[in-house]
């Protein structure tokens, strides 16, 4: 089976390699695909990019640094007709075939030349004139990274001083090397900028943005820089009494401040330390414009920065982009929250993505695009560019090179084995499918005006810094559930306050909010005054920016204790109910009126302030929750949601899609995206009546069903639907072919089941419904690398090449989480071991739990334990999770080996066969939410790391059933003609020996009948199998085993069954490693008066010729679609 799937690979990729040019001709583009050579871009009033003056969305490219003088070197991968993209750089024609509105290039090095015998030649290079004479929009890009800009390195006697460069501080330093404080280091900075305008000038390039640093952070313990420090406070505070009595501090003087050795040493010390190197940032930045515009005078170029994606950088994100005239996004556009944020401070400025990670498959790509533009971003700068033929991992220009940058650098664009050729398609997809709906969805304005705003406060994120509390990202839970909804709401920066901003929204939320700057209380108290409804999320503005409880104007009025470690219980709320724990103690006065308690601590209190309302949220909530409890609060402010979305099968409300909506010259327009992990089959009920629906991305109109249209959503993608008066709709689209809801149900239904089968067919070791998957967050806990920074390697190892860079990555099936190490201090993963890092506690989950997934691996070859896990209820009870190295757990360099008696599973590995495991722990008590995990290494363990964690969600008896739990509890079995079984968890093992004999079999006879749910009898009886070891220690498919369920009638007599066969000799494969998803209609098995189980019956059919059991897990009724 593997030679050929080996084969048919071999033959796609080779047709692949000898196709022929798969671009469409520039002369077959038509007129609305291509840009005008040398058209004018201009920017309207929203915000939005014109060309020639229509909203574009604009599809780019950039080329980094050494790019254009090495892509001419020739590598494997391509055929000769495809060497105009793989070889050269793109023309004015190559942008346009490929689908690119607007190119970029990094600008020249040469000004390091007068320090050091390095730098390009930007000005002869006729690469880099290609590309700036394409005469399309240009993007300049003063990324200062080590190798380019960033590449002076302090040498003794050699200019420039040392005073020109940063002192690097603890942590938060990025791409900033040289001082921007030091008359020196500003020197350097402004030769750069300088350098890169007058380039451009010489060479005809006019950029229409000027990019002045690449995800920047500024952390520099200079001399003159804590000179300054010292100065700055003492002309704040007049004395060091005054200092003192703010800080609560000690201090003799303000020039002892300065002598720091960690700013953590208090948190006054670290916050004002923070905004000193905030302030530093902003003024180089306005200093770079400046220095710009002396070079290049036309009035409307524009300047930005790429700021870092977690918003805990000491670049003010509101404070410098107050100073750009163009708004960049983080590193792949950041979250829906982070969308959101940039439109806060956007405000008339264009906003764009920089660096946009596309993936590697053409509908990536296309998918990439869309949910940029349906974020309201007017351009996508495609990340990255290149092929990297110069690597010294591909000198000999060779396949198997190619591969191994590929693995290094999945990213790379250009590299066929990263990204082959014909993906790249998808760029030209989304474009074409945007330009459908471009005059609706493109201008900024997309004339929605939203009744809801968020507070967000940099504030609190700055203390959440110098304590290491992770109370700040409560606010992205909330920003959740007001975009699952859904709602259409606005992001408001603490600083936008005194502007009156808030003022226009009838509710505001602010959510993990610990702590506010001087002014807040008092705009917020009076929003309340004037009418707004304000919610307050878990954290209630209690402290002041250095974390002291706040004691003028101590609005909310709420006083929080300690946490809480509830058991989460129900409330009736609505015509529902809520699922929550109590989070705090809480103090509060007769003003406020206790809605819902659990548990005697209040959960939901509420208080009128003259017209308006103050709501409290004291409680950890699911998602699901949280959405159901906004929409109860907002519906009574009369505030509905943008539309309505239900699950097709449970009717509850369908959650993590992503609703953008304009309403524009007659038509109302959605865009709905599933950012879950698997297909999504729901009802959309539009908020508007009265009109019809289209689908212009599949070009039919949608007939409904009482109000409703069925829509199906994989993960990822996108429906985009407008509706209008048939008039409107037929003059904008044409006359479109109907399709029924009826049609759409059933096509929906078949393509979950395709991808079902296509997933049993992948041979993965797990296959789980990704809906039912949540990543646990790490980024808090991580205290080591994988490769670069692990301290954990032995000398002279080069620890785990090419890990995942960051993002959610499947991994065997299960969707695990990567940190992204160069922005969380380059640290990527835990680590423990008895000698240095003992343990890491509190590791935050909060979530019913029926499945584990570990993705870890030991750093010691051999055997014994490795660390232990350790699993905390919310109750306060514990479970231990012993990982024993070669079972639970094994090496790091173990991945290419395989043994039938490791629990453990490949999860992921690089060429080298090195990589992490996934092992898979079954809670045995999901009905108890999980609060926390521990990792402990004690004494004699050999310690090992943790890359990723994952949680398998228990489904709901709406939707599957697990009564045949495999606990001696719960059973008698009773086995027969030589069959051998063991359990462990939801795991059962049917062992052969040489006494076995054809149709050994094994009756499970419940100890109680178990009630059949009402809707089941349609369904199917679910597992996952494995084959099974034979004497000689070879494991082995090709098992075929029958499954029979005894039953009992309404009263209470046996019934006849039938018997329902997995028989098909190929549906166990002989790979320990892999599990298969087994799928058996109940309708075999149940007879029309059957309503108990009393037994489930499993036999073997024929034994096959080596006497070979096999694994059954996970054993379960499912109910039809």
Same mark, same amino acid.
Request: glycine content about 8%; proline content about 5%; hydrophobic content about 35%.
């Given at each position: 089976?593997?030679?050929?799937?080996?084969?048919?690979?071999?033959?796609?990729?080779?047709?692949?390699?000898?196709?022929?040019?798969?671009?469409?001709?520039?002369?077959?583009?038509?007129?609305?695909?291509?840009?005008?050579?040398?058209?004018?871009?201009?920017?309207?009033?929203?915000?939005?990019?014109?060309?020639?003056?229509?909203?574009?969305?604009?599809?780019?490219?950039?080329?980094?640094?050494?790019?254009?003088?090495?892509?001419?070197?020739?590598?494997?991968?391509?055929?000769?007709?495809?060497?105009?993209?793989?070889?050269?750089?793109?023309?004015?024609?190559?942008?346009?075939?490929?689908?690119?509105?607007?190119? /970029?290039?990094?600008?020249?090095?040469?000004?390091?030349?007068?320090?050091?015998?390095?730098?390009?030649?930007?000005?002869?290079?006729?690469?880099?004139?290609?590309?700036?004479?394409?005469?399309?929009? +240009?993007?300049?890009?003063?990324?200062?990274?080590?190798?380019?800009?960033?590449?002076?390195?302090?040498?003794?006697?050699?200019?420039?001083?040392?005073?020109?460069?940063?002192?690097?501080?603890?942590?938060?330093?990025?791409?900033?090397?040289?001082?921007?404080?030091?008359?020196?280091?500003?020197?350097?900075?402004?030769?750069?900028?300088?350098?890169?305008?007058?380039?451009?000038?010489?060479?005809?390039?006019?950029?229409?943005?000027?990019?002045?640093?690449?995800?920047?952070?500024?952390?520099?313990?200079?001399?003159?820089?804590?000179?300054?420090?010292?100065?700055?406070?003492?002309?704040?505070?007049?004395?060091?009494?005054?200092?003192?009595?703010?800080?609560?501090?000690?201090?003799?003087?303000?020039?002892?401040?300065?002598?720091?050795?960690?700013?953590?040493?208090?948190?006054?010390?670290?916050?004002?330390?923070?905004?000193? $190197?905030?302030?530093?940032?902003?003024?180089?930045?306005?200093?770079?414009?400046?220095?710009?515009?002396?070079?290049?005078?036309?009035?409307?170029?524009?300047?930005?920065?790429?700021?870092?994606?977690?918003?805990?950088?000491?670049?003010?994100?509101?404070?410098?982009?107050?100073?750009?005239?163009?708004?960049?996004?983080?590193?792949?556009?950041?979250?829906?929250?982070?969308?959101?944020?940039? &439109?806060?401070?956007?405000?008339?400025?264009?906003?764009?993505?920089?660096?946009?990670?596309?993936?590697?498959?053409?509908?990536?790509?296309?998918?990439?695009?869309? +949910?940029?533009?349906?974020?309201?971003?007017?351009?996508?700068?495609?990340?990255?560019?290149?092929?990297?033929?110069?690597?010294?991992?591909?000198?000999?220009?060779?396949?198997?090179?190619?591969?191994?940058?590929?693995?290094?650098?999945?990213?790379?664009?250009?590299?066929?084995?990263?990204?082959?050729?014909?993906?790249?398609?998808?760029?030209?997809?989304?474009?074409?499918?945007?330009?459908?709906?471009?005059?609706?969805?493109?201008?900024?304005?997309?004339?929605?005006?939203?009744?809801?705003?968020?507070?967000?406060?940099?504030?609190?994120?700055?203390?959440?810094?110098?304590?290491?509390?992770?109370?700040?990202?409560?606010?992205?839970?909330?920003?959740?559930?007001?975009?699952?909804?859904?709602?259409?709401?606005?992001?408001?920066?603490?600083?936008?306050?005194?502007?009156?901003?808030?003022?226009?929204?009838?509710?505001?939320?602010?959510?993990?909010?610990?702590?506010?700057?001087?002014?807040?209380?008092?705009?917020?108290?009076?929003?309340?005054?004037?009418?707004?409804?304000?919610?307050?999320?878990?954290?209630? $503005?209690?402290?002041?920016?250095?974390?002291?409880?706040?004691?003028?104007?101590?609005?909310?009025?709420?006083?929080?204790?300690?946490?809480?470690?509830?058991?989460?219980?129900?409330?009736?709320?609505?015509?529902?109910?809520?699922?929550?724990?109590?989070?705090?103690?809480?103090?509060?006065?007769?003003?406020?009126?206790?809605?819902?308690?659990?548990?005697?601590?209040?959960?939901?209190?509420?208080?009128?302030?003259?017209?308006?309302?103050?709501?409290?949220?004291?409680?950890?909530?699911?998602?699901?929750?949280?959405?159901?409890?906004?929409?109860?609060?907002?519906?009574?402010?009369?505030?509905?949601?943008?539309?309505? +979305?239900?699950?097709?099968?449970?009717?509850?409300?369908?959650?993590?899609?992503?609703?953008?909506?304009?309403?524009?010259?007659? $038509?109302?327009?959605?865009?709905?995206?599933?950012?879950?992990?698997?297909?999504?089959?729901?009802?959309?009920?539009?908020?508007?009546?009265?009109?019809?629906?289209?689908?212009?991305?599949?070009?039919?109109?949608?007939?409904?069903?009482?109000?409703?249209?069925?829509?199906?959503?994989?993960?990822?993608?996108?429906?985009?639907?407008?509706?209008?008066?048939?008039?409107?709709?037929?003059?904008?689209?044409?006359?479109?072919?109907?399709?029924?809801?009826?049609?759409?149900?059933?096509?929906?239904?078949?393509?979950?089941?395709?991808?079902?089968?296509?997933?049993?067919?992948?041979?993965?070791?797990?296959?789980?419904?990704?809906?039912?998957?949540?990543? =646990?967050?790490?980024?808090?806990?991580?205290?080591?690398?994988?490769?670069?920074?692990?301290?954990?390697?032995?000398?002279?190892?080069?620890?785990?090449?090419?890990?995942?860079?960051?993002?959610?990555?499947?991994?065997?099936?299960?969707?695990?989480?990567?940190?992204?190490?160069? &922005?969380?201090?380059?640290?990527?993963?835990?680590?423990?071991?008895?000698?240095?890092?003992?343990?890491?506690?509190?590791?935050?989950?909060?979530?019913?739990?029926?499945?584990?997934?570990?993705?870890? !691996?030991?750093?010691?070859?051999?055997?014994?334990?490795?660390?232990?896990?350790?699993?905390?209820?919310?109750? /306060?009870?514990?479970?231990?999770?012993?990982?024993?190295?070669?079972?639970?757990?094994?090496?790091?360099?173990?991945?290419?080996?395989?043994?039938?008696?490791?629990?453990?599973?490949?999860?992921?590995?690089?060429?080298?066969?090195?990589?992490?495991?996934?092992?898979?722990?079954?809670?045995?008590?999901?009905?108890?939410? =999980?609060?926390?995990?521990?990792?402990?290494?004690?004494?004699?363990?050999?310690?090992?790391?943790?890359?990723?964690?994952?949680?398998?969600?228990?489904?709901?008896?709406?939707?599957?059933?697990?009564?045949?739990?495999?606990?001696?509890?719960?059973?008698?079995?009773?086995?027969?003609?030589?069959?051998?079984?063991?359990?462990?968890?939801?795991?059962?093992?049917?062992?052969?020996?040489?006494?076995?004999?054809?149709?050994?079999?094994?009756?499970?006879?419940?100890?109680?009948?178990?009630?059949?749910?009402?809707?089941?009898?349609?369904?199917?009886?679910?597992?996952?199998?494995?084959?099974?070891?034979?004497?000689?220690?070879?494991?082995?498919?090709?098992?075929?085993?029958?499954?029979?369920?005894?039953?009992?009638? !309404?009263?209470?007599?046996?019934?006849?069954?039938?018997?329902?066969?997995?028989?098909?000799?190929?549906?166990?494969?002989?790979?320990?490693?892999?599990?298969?998803?087994?799928?058996?209609?109940?309708?075999?098995?149940?007879?029309?008066?059957?309503?108990?189980?009393?037994?489930?019956?499993?036999?073997?059919?024929?034994?096959?010729?080596?006497?070979?059991?096999?694994?059954?897990?996970?054993?379960?009724?499912?109910?039809?679609?």
């Amino acid at each position: 089976m593997r030679l050929f799937m080996a084969i048919i690979c071999c033959t796609i990729l080779m047709g692949d390699l000898m196709s022929e040019d798969l671009f469409p001709a520039f002369s077959s583009l038509s007129e609305q695909m291509k840009i005008p050579q040398g058209a004018d871009l201009s920017v309207d009033k929203s915000g939005s990019f014109l060309i020639n003056g229509e909203p574009r969305y604009l599809i780019a490219t950039l080329y980094y640094e050494e790019v254009p003088r090495t892509l001419s070197k020739h590598t494997a991968g391509y055929p000769a007709e495809m060497n105009w993209l793989y070889e050269d750089v793109l023309d004015y024609e190559g942008h346009q075939r490929l689908g690119f509105d607007a190119t /970029g290039i990094f600008s020249t090095s040469s000004w390091i030349r007068q320090y050091r015998n390095r730098g390009d030649d930007a000005i002869n290079d006729p690469q880099v004139l290609k590309i700036v004479r394409s005469g399309l929009p +240009l993007y300049l890009d003063f990324t200062c990274a080590p190798w380019h800009h960033g590449a002076i390195k302090y040498e003794s006697g050699k200019l420039p001083s040392a005073a020109a460069f940063n002192v690097p501080g603890e942590g938060n330093n990025h791409w900033m090397p040289y001082s921007a404080t030091t008359p020196e280091g500003r020197q350097l900075y402004l030769e750069m900028w300088r350098c890169g305008a007058e380039t451009m000038q010489k060479i005809g390039g006019a950029p229409f943005v000027y990019e002045l640093f690449n995800e920047p952070d500024y952390n520099d313990w200079s001399t003159y820089n804590r000179k300054m420090f010292c100065d700055l406070m003492e002309s704040r505070y007049g004395n060091i009494e005054n200092l003192n009595a703010a800080w609560h501090t000690s201090y003799g003087n303000f020039q002892e401040i300065g002598n720091f050795k960690h700013t953590r040493e208090n948190t006054a010390l670290f916050v004002e330390w923070a905004k000193f $190197m905030e302030a530093c940032f902003t003024d180089i930045c306005r200093a770079g414009i400046e220095e710009i515009r002396r070079v290049d005078k036309r009035p409307d170029i524009l300047f930005c920065y790429q700021p870092m994606g977690n918003l805990t950088s000491n670049a003010n994100l509101y404070e410098t982009n107050r100073y750009m005239n163009a708004v960049c996004a983080p590193t792949n556009g950041g979250n829906a929250l982070y969308a959101r944020l940039l &439109h806060a401070i956007a405000r008339g400025k264009p906003i764009f993505d920089g660096e946009t990670y596309v993936d590697n498959t053409r509908t990536s790509i296309r998918n990439k695009f869309w +949910l940029q533009y349906a974020r309201g971003f007017n351009a996508s700068f495609v990340f990255k560019w290149d092929r990297r033929p110069f690597d010294q991992y591909w000198t000999k220009g060779d396949e198997a090179g190619g591969k191994l940058v590929a693995e290094r650098f999945p990213y790379l664009m250009l590299n066929t084995y990263a990204l082959p050729a014909k993906e790249l398609l998808g760029i030209m997809d989304a474009k074409r499918e945007i330009l459908k709906v471009s005059d609706l969805f493109t201008p900024r304005d997309r004339g929605i005006s939203p009744q809801i705003g968020m507070l967000f406060s940099l504030t609190s994120k700055r203390l959440a810094r110098a304590t290491g509390s992770v109370r700040h990202m409560q606010n992205e839970d909330y920003a959740l559930a007001l975009e699952y909804v859904p709602f259409s709401y606005d992001a408001v920066f603490e600083e936008q306050l005194s502007q009156g901003l808030l003022d226009k929204y009838p509710i505001a939320v602010l959510a993990g909010i610990e702590a506010t700057s001087n002014g807040t209380p008092e705009e917020l108290e009076r929003f309340v005054r004037k009418g707004g409804w304000l919610i307050v999320g878990q954290e209630a $503005m209690q402290n002041d920016e250095y974390g002291f409880a706040r004691t003028v104007n101590t609005f909310p009025g709420i006083t929080l204790g300690k946490e809480l470690e509830l058991e989460p219980a129900k409330f009736a709320w609505a015509d529902g109910e809520i699922m929550a724990a109590p989070y705090r103690e809480v103090g509060f006065d007769s003003s406020w009126n206790v809605e819902r308690s659990l548990a005697g601590h209040p959960v939901f209190l509420s208080k009128s302030i003259e017209k308006g309302k103050v709501i409290y949220i004291n409680a950890r909530m699911p998602l699901e929750s949280l959405c159901a409890l906004i929409h109860s609060i907002a519906t009574e402010k009369q505030i509905v949601p943008a539309c309505r +979305l239900t699950d097709h099968q449970t009717g509850k409300p369908a959650l993590r899609i992503e609703v953008n909506k304009a309403v524009r010259n007659d $038509m109302t327009g959605y865009i709905l995206i599933n950012n879950g992990l698997g297909t999504q089959l729901v009802r959309f009920r539009p908020a508007e009546t009265g009109l019809d629906w289209v689908d212009p991305l599949a070009g039919k109109q949608l007939a409904d069903r009482s109000g409703e249209y069925f829509l199906c959503l994989p993960p990822n993608e996108r429906v985009v639907l407008v509706g209008g008066t048939p008039a409107t709709l037929q003059k904008r689209f044409g006359k479109l072919s109907v399709e029924r809801f009826e049609d759409a149900e059933r096509a929906g239904i078949t393509l979950l089941e395709d991808n079902n089968n296509k997933n049993k067919k992948e041979r993965r070791a797990f296959n789980i419904d990704s809906n039912k998957i949540k990543t =646990v967050d790490l980024r808090a806990k991580v205290n080591n690398g994988f490769h670069d920074y692990a301290t954990w390697k032995a000398p002279g190892e080069n620890g785990i090449r090419n890990v995942p860079p960051w993002g959610i990555v499947e991994c065997n099936g299960i969707p695990f989480e990567f940190v992204r190490g160069d &922005h969380n201090d380059e640290r990527t993963c835990i680590y423990v071991d008895p000698q240095n890092v003992s343990q890491v506690r509190s590791i935050a989950v909060a979530l019913p739990v029926r499945n584990i997934y570990f993705l870890h !691996a030991s750093t010691k070859d051999g055997q014994g334990t490795a660390f232990r896990y350790v699993v905390n209820y919310i109750d /306060g009870s514990k479970a231990e999770i012993p990982v024993h190295n070669g079972s639970e757990i094994d090496y790091w360099k173990n991945l290419k080996s395989k043994s039938s008696g490791r629990k453990a599973l490949p999860g992921w590995k690089n060429l080298d066969g090195h990589g992490l495991w996934i092992y898979r722990w079954h809670n045995p008590i999901p009905e108890k939410t =999980v609060s926390s995990l521990d990792i402990v290494a004690g004494k004699g363990d050999t310690g090992g790391l943790l890359g990723a964690v994952s949680i398998e969600l228990p489904s709901s008896d709406n939707e599957e059933f697990y009564p045949l739990k495999f606990y001696p509890k719960n059973f008698n079995p009773h086995v027969w003609g030589g069959l051998n079984v063991s359990f462990d968890g939801d795991q059962t093992t049917f062992r052969l020996d040489e006494k076995s004999i054809n149709w050994c079999s094994c009756l499970f006879q419940f100890q109680t009948a178990i009630d059949i749910p009402p809707g089941f009898e349609n369904g199917t009886l679910e597992f996952e199998v494995n084959g099974g070891t034979d004497m000689w220690g070879t494991h082995r498919g090709g098992q075929t085993l029958q499954f029979r369920l005894d039953c009992l009638d !309404a009263s209470g007599n046996p019934v006849k069954s039938g018997d329902a066969q997995m028989a098909t000799p190929d549906s166990v494969d002989s790979d320990p490693e892999s599990w298969q998803s087994i799928r058996l209609p109940l309708k075999l098995m149940l007879s029309d008066k059957s309503v108990k189980m009393k037994a489930l019956f499993i036999q073997f059919m024929h034994l096959p010729q080596e006497r070979v059991g096999i694994q059954i897990r996970n054993i379960r009724l499912k109910k039809s679609l």
